[in-house]
Each structure stands twice: as C-alpha cells, then as structure tokens.
C-alpha cells in the first residue's frame, strides 16, 4: 500500500534561520508531490508541486523553494525564515481522483 | 475571488442532529472532492464525485454533484462527536487541486 510520511511533525524556527522539511512517499513510483500551507482552521494554499525528479512548479512567489532530488522524495527549503512563514505545511501524492496527505509539520517561526 | 466558496464557515450542533455543508462554484468542474481534516493531522479524503447529479454515500454522509456540476453537498444524518472536523471540498483543475477554505463542524456530546 502507499503512505506517505512527513517531518518533523512540529518545529520551532528563529526569524532568519534556514529551513528543510522533508516529505517521501511508499509504494509508488512517479508520483506527483504537493507542498501545500495552512493558516488555522483554513483551506490549503498550493506551494509547489512536481511532477518528476528535478521538476518543480511554483504557484506563489514567496520565501520558500522546492527541490526533488529522488522520485519519492519532496523537500521544501528556505535559506532564511520569515514570521510570515509560520503555519502547517502539508505533503501530499495525488493518485488520480484525490490526495494522500502527509500527517502535517507545524512550523513556528519566533 | 475564491474558486471554491464553502458555507457554513462554522457549525455547532448537537449529537444526533443533521446538517448540510455547501460548496459552490461559478465554474464547471470535471470533478470534485471531499476530505475531512482533524486537528493537527492532513486532510483525508472521503469522495469524489464525477458525474452531474451523482449521489454517493457513505455510512451517514451523503454527498451529491450538482447537475451543472458547479456546486457540491455534503449531508451527514444523526451527527456524532466523531463527525467533528474541518470539511473541505476540492477541485482538479491542470493537475493540480484548489481547495475551499472549509466548514469547521462541531458535534456536541
């Protein structure tokens, strides 16, 4: 069966310091990859996503970058946290007709 | 302008109760999805429904595609503390999905 894991599950990050968050995927191959973010309580804000190794989409132009260095293997990056980065950052596999979400990192940026 | 508008943005009620949840668009869509998210954790999917007019249900949830397939319904009968969550709906559109902004039910023992 497919899983897909993701972490750490929370982080706590100083204004400026760098950031690496990893996401990898199971029992699939070629999957498209997600990096989605999360205000409270809200809908999903698309990031970045991928459709193959060293292949990279970027929807909102931001602080953040995105790398695919394996075919299972998503890691979204910064070089210097903003406060506005804060949130819940989700991975996800799409499958066709829906997501496999990632269990979430929340990231604090102080 | 949001893709996806979803209505109520939050409910309360009570344990045995029924409820509808909205989701609506000015666009047509080839399909749409329903995830439901816990606190903390990702969304997970519940449905997805392609075809205009489409009833699918799942244990007490109902869901149905509007016939224009331009808006969605999710109906859940005799609501449990289980059922709390965050309700989103979604759509495909290039290969990627768009997501409402959610209702945010809460089921009350």
């Known amino acids: 069966s497919q899983t897909i894991h993701q972490w750490p599950a929370t982080l706590v990050q100083p204004v400026g310091s760098p950031l690496s968050l990893e996401c990898t995927v199971e029992?699939?191959?070629?999957?498209?990859l997600y990096w989605y973010r999360q205000a409270a309580g809200r809908g999903l804000q698309l990031l970045f996503y991928s459709v193959g190794i060293g292949q990279i989409s970027s929807e909102v132009p931001q602080n953040l970058s995105a790398s695919r260095p394996q075919d299972r293997q998503f890691i979204l990056s910064s070089k210097k946290l903003l406060l506005s980065d804060s949130g819940f950052y989700l991975c996800?596999?799409?499958f066709g007709w829906g997501y496999t979400f990632g269990s979430g990192t929340r990231l604090t940026v102080v | 302008t949001q893709l996806l508008e979803q209505s109520p943005q939050f409910l309360s009620i009570q344990e045995g109760e029924n409820l509808t949840v909205y989701c609506n668009s000015s666009?047509?869509?080839?399909?749409l999805q329903w995830y439901r998210q816990e606190p903390g954790e990702g969304p997970v999917l519940l449905v997805t429904?392609?075809?205009?007019?489409e009833v699918k249900k799942l244990k007490r949830l109902t869901f149905q595609f509007g016939d224009a397939r331009k808006d969605s319904s999710l109906h859940i009968t005799a609501a449990q503390p289980g059922d709390t969550g965050l309700y989103l709906c979604a759509v495909e559109d290039a290969g990627k999905s768009t997501f409402g902004d959610g209702t945010t039910l809460t089921v009350k023992p």
């Open positions: 666009s047509v869509f080839s399909s």
């Open positions: 429904v392609v075809t205009g007019g």
């Open positions: 996800a596999w799409s």
């Open positions: 029992g699939t191959s070629n999957p498209n």
